[in-house]
């Protein structure tokens, strides 16, 4: 799966920080949906790991 976000990201990177959401189907993985980090939900995320990431970026 990190394969398949990372071919998805490195695509359509518009933004150092956004959301790819991808589903594993009986038919492979599928792309549902890319974001902007300002306007996508963040469910079960672990914020900690979140927050972490986005300091690395700055």
Same mark, same amino acid.
């Given at each position: +799966?990190?394969?398949? &976000?990372?071919?998805? &990201?490195?695509?359509?990177?518009?933004?150092? &920080?956004?959301?790819?959401?991808?589903?594993?189907?009986?038919?492979?993985?599928?792309?549902?949906?890319?974001?902007?980090?300002?306007?996508?939900?963040?469910?079960?995320?672990? +914020?900690?790991?979140?927050?972490? &990431?986005?300091?690395?970026?700055?």
């Amino acid at each position: +799966m990190f394969r398949f &976000a990372q071919h998805w &990201a490195d695509t359509w990177c518009s933004n150092p &920080a956004f959301w790819l959401e991808v589903a594993d189907t009986p038919n492979g993985l599928k792309l549902l949906e890319i974001n902007a980090i300002n306007s996508s939900g963040f469910y079960a995320c672990d +914020m900690g790991k979140f927050v972490n &990431a986005i300091n690395a970026l700055v």
